[in-house]
């Protein structure tokens, strides 16, 4: 009886709508669905016409219904498919009415212009996503808030958390996690990897050119006052010879999608980006939660980062170290980052040293053991420059060895990045990126830039002031998604205060269109909606480039948002890339 | 391993160890005050605090607070929530050296005792959290045992558990016998269990309660967890591992206290102390403190000149 009332229900809904609309009733949802697009056989099977799904329906509904049917079940879910007359399919999906469907999960997701990475159009899933679409469709809202929490709970018992400043009580967090994964194409990859390594190869050629010779300078393509005058230039890094010629070992370059659906470079790190142990964890949580999902999916496997890590690390060792020692440098478990820097250093199987661990003699570094003391020759360091050594810059420094940069210039020890590489990253030289790319490598650049308008430049400081409502403005030492001014999101008071800003100190500033970041699917508060998303690939530089298939995808989980930052209130995603 | 690593692995253990004994004479003295008998509640509490918090007791003790006190004051720096806080703080310090299962279990124990968010008063919820520890530091070097390498960390941890079990030990011993005229079977029992030795002291020596025989149980016994001997014993295991290990850095003088310790417990028989406990236990606690001493000196605040390897 129960399904003869489902079926009259669907029947005369349909009679009074477009045929390929789904079809909701308060008990149940009912969506007809091509069979091509859950891999059956028959690929002509749209619905052309009302009456025919209306025919298709009494035919089953007289055979006493799926006797002759096949039928699979997914968790609550029955999917019944009937392969009938007129080269027609009927896919049924019945849910439990106990926990209903993920259609309704999915109800309230609205595209709001921005590229979206799941749907085509509103109904048209695109295919990478298709396996999780479908597996979203059976799963209602209670069993996605169970995953949810399974997740959370794992990665809290991992201590997967991150140190929230200016609060004595529990002062961990887990980090902000989206349950649902970012998917990314073979394709969309492969031109990823090479845009990215064309990238960084130019940019260590940059920094060795800016440090030596300074021939970009000479030839007028980077105007010398906009690298001297960057925050992170580093002046006692002239003519020192950094191990392997190699300047940026790790480097997690920011990529956005335009609304044409184009990667584009919106941010390099070149110093000490950080976020990668999250993009390890999730993955594991992941593989956890969706077991059946990864496996279908056919995801390219991201573990062997740390082994990466390690041989790129050692490849740094000076002349004649067979057997290096690799450490890893923290400022300590206070710093934010600090499980990260704990994971890695385990998963790599090196110390985890601190600054009072590491003694200089000699112009050699050594670490404290239990043994009595031990030669250093690689510090992976995730320190800033201004903290290595009180010798040479920040002198009330507890954080770093006195003596460091001795050893460093004798060459004696090699630091990973090394030092002085923020004037590459600096956002005005940013702008500049395409005429590096094209000057040392003389190739178009594979990924675009963004527009980035000078304030240093008074025209386009002009043009901007007096638009402001339309442009990013962005401090140009900062990270963190500090220092930032998102024009359509401003009210006037602080627009007028970033004008001040801008001239008072032109130099500091750099503005950019307001660009739509592309969606995905979140599952925020027992439904699914669209959240805006960024892409962070870590690059490794050692021997050769390698860049791990995946990275960390940050969402801005706020409703609207385009700042994915973790300390204003971004999350992250596993990010999924495809096998060919 | 790095001198920092060791201390902090050092650390963790005791602290966690110094949570684990306030259970077990927390949970033991509330049960005794229970019951009426010729010491007063305030006595009873305050023998406890003074075994638990040396210092710290005062003569105008209120037993209506000395539980939370000893629970949950964040100011007591010997408070059971305050030893787990520091525990995992050190374990924090060194999250790599450590396996995840123990962090995982650590970390846990902190969140859930903390949760209990104790107020005065609250008998109950201060016996909940007690309890929590008393498990969760079973299952704590249950997991430690099971899934961490045997190797120099490992010895770094069991020497800070045990040098901090003998200690206790001594010390609350030592606020049992010292009025010993007026206990009665009932304290007794509490010393026993406040060394999880009820159970095993009657296997071995039936459940008549003499104070001798308890005291020679509770220091003298080889084969009980519980006892100053059997703490000594591993401590020399864990410290002639590390040495071993060291090469051929000087450690004679670590040998020579460890020894002496040792040999303090091995080659005695209870009626040759049992007159003066109390300077025996003593002697106990200062040579602990000595060997810590020369533990820290060798290993982790060593001067720079003439250590560097090879």
């Keep these: ?580 | 391993m790095l001198s920092r690593v060791a201390d902090s692995l050092y650390w963790m253990s005791r602290y966690f160890e110094r949570a684990d004994n306030a259970s077990r004479v927390l949970k033991a003295t509330y049960n005794l005050i229970l019951n009426p008998a010729k010491f007063s509640t305030e006595e009873r509490w305050f023998r406890a605090v003074s075994s638990l918090a040396p210092g710290a007791a005062s003569s105008n003790l209120d037993p209506q607070r000395a539980l939370f006190l000893l629970v949950a004051d964040t100011e007591g720096v010997f408070s059971v929530v305050n030893c787990i806080s520091a525990a995992r703080e050190n374990a924090r310090q060194v999250r790599d050296e450590i396996s995840s299962e123990m962090w995982e279990h650590l970390n846990r124990l902190f969140h859930d005792v903390t949760g209990i968010e104790l107020q005065p008063n609250d008998d109950a919820g201060a016996m909940r959290a007690v309890s929590l520890v008393r498990e969760g530091s079973y299952r704590f070097s249950g997991i430690t045992a099971a899934t961490m390498n045997h190797d120099e960390a490992w010895h770094f941890i069991q020497l800070g558990k045990y040098i901090e079990r003998a200690c206790n030990l001594s010390i609350l011993l030592d606020a049992y016998f010292v009025v010993d005229k007026h206990a009665d079977d009932l304290d007794w029992v509490g010393l026993l269990s406040s060394c999880a030795a009820f159970e095993a002291y009657c296997k071995a020596c039936t459940a008549e309660l003499k104070p001798e025989r308890i005291a020679n149980f509770l220091l003298l016994k080889p084969g009980f967890p519980y006892s100053v001997r059997y703490s000594l014993d591993r401590m020399h295991e864990a410290l002639t591992s590390i040495n071993n290990l060291s090469l051929s850095r000087r450690t004679e003088k670590v040998e020579r206290l460890i020894g002496r310790l040792q040999s303090m417990v091995a080659y005695v028989q209870v009626d040759e102390i049992i007159a003066e406990l109390h300077k025996y236990l003593v002697a106990i606690t200062e040579q602990c403190r000595e060997l810590h001493a020369a533990v820290h000196e060798l290993y982790i605040e060593y001067p720079i000149e003439g250590a560097f390897q090879n």
């Excluded at chain 1, 990466?308 to 290096?324: K, N, V």
Aim: glycine share 8%.
């Design chain 1, 1 to 580: 009886m129960h399904r003869i009332a489902f079926l009259w229900v669907a029947k005369s809904q349909l009679s009074s709508r477009e045929s390929d609309a789904p079809v909701s009733c308060p008990r149940h949802t009912i969506r007809l669905i091509p069979a091509g697009r859950l891999g059956l056989r028959r690929k002509d099977s749209n619905f052309t016409q009302r009456n025919d799904a209306l025919q298709c329906i009494d035919s089953v509904a007289s055979r006493r219904f799926f006797n002759d049917s096949h039928r699979f079940y997914r968790n609550r879910f029955i999917v019944r498919c009937v392969i009938l007359a007129r080269n027609a399919t009927i896919m049924i999906i019945e849910t439990d009415a106990s926990d209903r469907g993920g259609a309704e999960t999915l109800r309230r997701y609205e595209l709001d212009g921005a590229y979206d990475e799941m749907f085509r159009t509103a109904d048209h899933p695109r295919k990478q996503y298709r396996l999780l679409h479908n597996l979203l469709l059976s799963l209602g809202p209670g069993e996605l808030r169970r995953s949810k929490h399974e997740a959370d709970q794992s990665f809290f018992n991992q201590g997967i958390t991150f140190t929230v400043y200016g609060n004595d009580k529990g002062t961990e967090r887990i980090f902000p996690h989206d349950l649902l994964p970012r998917i990314i194409t073979a394709a969309e990859w492969e031109r990823i990897e090479r845009g990215l390594t064309q990238r960084i190869t130019a940019l260590n050629l940059f920094l060795k050119d800016v440090y030596h010779e300074e021939k970009i300078i000479e030839d007028g393509v980077v105007p010398g006052k906009v690298v001297y005058t960057c925050k992170h230039y580093r002046r006692g890094m002239r003519g020192i010879k950094v191990p392997r010629d190699v300047y940026i070992t790790v480097v997690g370059t920011d990529l956005i999608r335009n609304p044409e659906g184009d990667f584009v470079v919106l941010e390099d790190n070149l110093r000490v980006p950080s976020g990668v142990s999250y993009m390890l964890t999730s993955r594991r949580v992941m593989k956890q939660i969706f077991p059946g999902l990864f496996q279908k999916c056919r995801v390219r496997p991201i573990e062997q980062y740390s082994q990466e890590l390690l041989s790129t690390l050692r490849f740094l060792a000076p002349e004649g170290r067979s057997e290096p020692t690799v450490v890893l440098l923290t400022p300590g478990a206070y710093n934010s980052a600090y499980f990260e820097h704990a994971y890695l250093a385990r998963r790599m199987g090196i110390e985890l040293v601190e600054g009072r661990d590491l003694v200089v003699h000699d112009n050699v570094v050594y670490m404290r053991t239990t043994f009595g003391l031990q030669r250093v020759d690689v510090i992976y360091r995730r320190i800033d420059d201004d903290y290595l050594d009180p010798l040479v810059f920040e002198r009330g420094s507890a954080l770093g060895a006195v003596g460091l940069f001795n050893a460093y210039r004798a060459g004696n020890v090699a630091f990973a990045n090394a030092l002085g590489t923020g004037v590459a990253d600096d956002k005005a030289i940013y702008a500049y990126v395409p005429k590096i790319i094209r000057y040392y490598l003389d190739q178009d650049p594979i990924l675009e830039s963004v527009e980035t308008l000078l304030m240093s430049d008074p025209a386009q400081r002009d043009h901007v002031c007096q638009r402001l409502e339309e442009y990013v403005v962005k401090a140009v030492g900062e990270s963190g998604g500090y220092g930032m001014l998102i024009g359509p999101h401003s009210t006037e008071q602080e627009r007028s205060e970033f004008r001040e800003k801008i001239n008072a100190q032109p130099r500091n500033y750099i503005a950019q269109p307001t660009i739509n970041l592309s969606t995905a699917p979140c599952f925020v508060d027992g439904t699914i909606e669209p959240r805006h998303v960024d892409l962070r690939p870590y690059v490794l530089y050692g021997e050769k480039v390698t860049i791990v298939p995946g990275g960390l995808t940050r969402v801005a989980l706020r409703k609207g948002s385009l700042v994915v930052n973790s300390s204003q209130g971004g999350g992250s995603k596993d990010t999924w890339v495809l096998q060919n």
